[in-house]
């Protein structure tokens, strides 16, 4: 019986060659989009479930409170993981790992820049499960200058993974033993590093300090335990232990720092959820958000349902064609299941082979999406596993769901009324078929919305006046390894001629280093009227280098001796305090530390407010900073004057190596640093434009068989029309007319919609376009004249044709 | 009013070649009423279709009114046609999605005329078939002389020089054959030419001359007294 099925189906599907094409392909294509889709949000969240222990891992993050100013850190305090283990049972082992940043590492005599490093507690390994190839994972790192590879990294530096025992020089003169080699961390990690080294050699790790928080803590717990229980007891513990820290430098009990508007608290992440839902202060890398898991599964669900769609218009428009056939069979005695499981058979054949095409696909188009998606996502032995299910699940549930309505609606029809042509003027009646139109242009508008929204935000950020210029600037990242040559490197590059101006300082509004400090109205240091700003150290050139502007009083001066003690503030800062007339009053900060009777404050007066430039992404407010006059040779900040970037770089680089010989300048273009810095935006609007493309061209592949359809249903029509004097214009609007209505009512629908999502989109950045009229304008022209020209596609060749052909046909 | 001398019409299927009209050479004058008859696949309809500028012949001439139109690209032939001739069939060709009424007038809405204008001239001519109360009925919903009644209605409303029809009894049973016939010929008589293909006898006896076809060649003309 099921073969007799399958043949019929066979021949049914290789019969409309046309319409079976129609339907595979736009249902491969729908299919392969969601395959992309499952793909990336499975990758976002098997992250860090590498670990066996996962759900037992949990990071302490900290929330500061100070006066109005509030941080949320995804680091802690340095004694708190060794605290941690010692105070509670339950508590299985605990780890700190700390980001030790750019470091020069030499393979064989070059210095070669790594980012990848960090210290770590040798519990590391009994935490994690960071497999280790050679060494023993209990010791490696117990001593000193010990350091674990992975094995890329033994690979790059030694050409063997056989490295044990081996050295290692770090910034040209420390020495570290390898003792272990682990396979590379897998990409599904919130942090990836090459080297690990031993926290023993970080003498800061044993600082006993529980008034700082710089380093990222994990604690594994033990089966069975409650995070809950534990995270309730930490109020007690930091009373406990840093009570009296405060008392000596706050001269204040935690009570009072409480009772003044302050906190700080400890609490519990779980390890799953960093990738997604952490972005916090000291990440020990950038997380993604969860958000786009949601916005990426919703379109490939729309994407799937406008698939649907298309193959349940075009099997139900079909289906009156195939009416007579039903009739007939009926007449002949075949029961309705018959009918139905014929349908279905059909139905399912088709999902089969649309399927197999979309895994293929997925399969060769695999490194284009990794490519556009960052990722780099791998269909292994694993991923057949969970994928091989869902093929099936997609084959049977989507292949019948389709199959289901023709299947129970064609086998319905009652004999005679098929006989006698009742469902002749099945085509207009198709209220479903109409509604299903609307929807797909509904979503395919709808993305279309989100993409131009998305769009004009990107351009909005590259075109907003930022407080700053950015073009032109050079920023030589490494300055800080010249230590005293930096000022004698800073001031030769003045005297090239393509310089403007050039800066020294490593904190930049683009990258670089950040630094918070609190200062108080008072000289009494009342927390109430704390400001708790960036504060950053520049020199006089800073200003005029990236060409911010001064709106009251002045810059920095070179010749000014008390400017030492001057501070500029942004104008958020200044609004934050409250002066009328800012310049020249004072601010104060504390000294911390002892308090034997001398004066614990440092006083800076205002010499001058910048206007506001943003630091931050665009996501946040320009929040309050300060600038002090120091000497930071972070990295230094060349404004370039001439178009010839390669000569004036040779030159610049001249001049590094006449003070550096051995170390490789490090630059980067501020303009591209600020890109950098939107990468996921500009992504989301990549993908967000590809899945926009294809949702219009598999809702138009579904229109384009419909137009096809109502042709074929109306070439009598047309025929009689033609012949009473309609010329093809007339006939074209008149089979353009029924479906330009739907696409139109699409438009109604999902404007409203589009708007309200993408204004919630929107509020995630604090500068953001207006979502203007013309938007919905274009996105509604677009989707009317992509449907047009689909359906003239049909109905033009339906108006050409000879209307004695198709009369005669009747 | 129609001259047509030595007209062909080949159909080409694959291999085979069909000859529908073989050098078919015929006149019919302005007030006529002709009846073409002939076995089916004669070229009976092919003919009629060549007639009404539905087709365009292969070789020869067909002068109407005194335009020679055989070598007229389709756009011109339409604007002859929906302006002079009014089309019958066998099967009516009622659009089953259009009420009698917005059947009846398409053909006005095709040449442009005004909408009170239409109003006025289709309710003129329903009236005239006596179908004026199934104005707002489809197709469907009628009898087949009914539908032919409509039919008709159609054809003349434009009040075209000429009406085509094509077997227009062919569906209908004795009595509304009659009816139809009836119709046709009050119509000839206020003016309007008729050329009209049928199988039957009876009805060719309605007309005043018959054309009888054999492969596509005249072989025969009566005229009737
Ligand atoms: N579109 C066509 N394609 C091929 N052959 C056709 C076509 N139309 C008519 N013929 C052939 O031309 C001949 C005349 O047909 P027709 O004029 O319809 O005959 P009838 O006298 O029955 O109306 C027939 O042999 C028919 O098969
Ligand atoms: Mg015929």
Redesign the interface.
Known sequence: MFKNYLKTAFRSISKNKSFTLINILGLALGLTTCLFIVFYVVDELSYDRYNINANRIFRVNEDLKLGDNSVQYAVAMPPLAKTLKAEYPYVEDAVRIKNAGATHVKKNNVNIIENRLAFADASLFNVFTLPMISGDPKTALNEPNSVVVTESTAKKYFNTINVLGKVIVFNDHENFKVTGVIKDIPNQSHFNFDFFLSMESFPDSRSNEWLRSDYNTYVLLRNKADSKKLEASFPNLLEKFSGDQMKSELKMSIKEFEKSGSYFRLNLMPLTDIHLKSTLTGELGANSSVQYVYIFSAIALFILLIACVNFMNLSTARSSNRAREVGVRKVLGSPRKYLIAQFLCESILLTFFATLIALLAAIILLPLFNQVSGKEIAITAQSLIWLTPLALAIILIIGSLAGSYPAFFLSAFQPIDVLKG?L??GF?GGMLRNFLVVFQFAISIFLIIGTLVIYNQLNYIQTKNLGYDRNQVLVVKNAFELKDEASVFKQSLTQLPGVVNATMTGFLPTSGWRNTRIYFKDANLSQKESMFPQSWEVDADYIPTLNMKIVAGRNFSKDISSDTSGIILNQAAAKFFGFKDPINKTIYQSKGGDSKGERNVNDYHIIGIVQDFNFNSLHEKIEPMVMTYGHNSGAVSIRVGTSKIPALLAQIKAKWKAVSPNVEMDYSFMDQDFDASYRSEQMIGTIFIIFTALAIIIACLGLFGLAAFAAEQRT??I?????????IG?IIGMLSKDFIKLVLIAIVISSPLAWYLMHLWLQDFAYRINISWWVFAVAGLAATTVAVLTISFQSVKAALA???KS?RS? | MIKITNLEKFYRTEEVETIALNKLSMEVNTGEFVAIMGPSGCGKSTLL?IL?M??DPDEGSYVFNGVEIAHFNE?KR?DL??HNIG?V?Q?F?????LTVFENVE??LI??GVSSSERVKRVEEVLDKMQIMHRRNHYP?QLSGGQQQRVAIA?AVVNKPKLILADEPTGNLDSSNGNDVMELLTDLNEQGTTIIMVTHSEHDARYSHRIIRLLDGQTVMENIMV
């Open positions: 009742k002749a003027t207009k009598k029509e025929g009689i029309r033609k012949i009473l004097g309609a010329n007339a000879n209307p004695v009369l009747e | 279709n009404g539905l087709d756009r339409a046609r929906k089309f069939f099967s060709n009622l659009i089953d999605e398409l053909p095709y040449t469907q159609r």
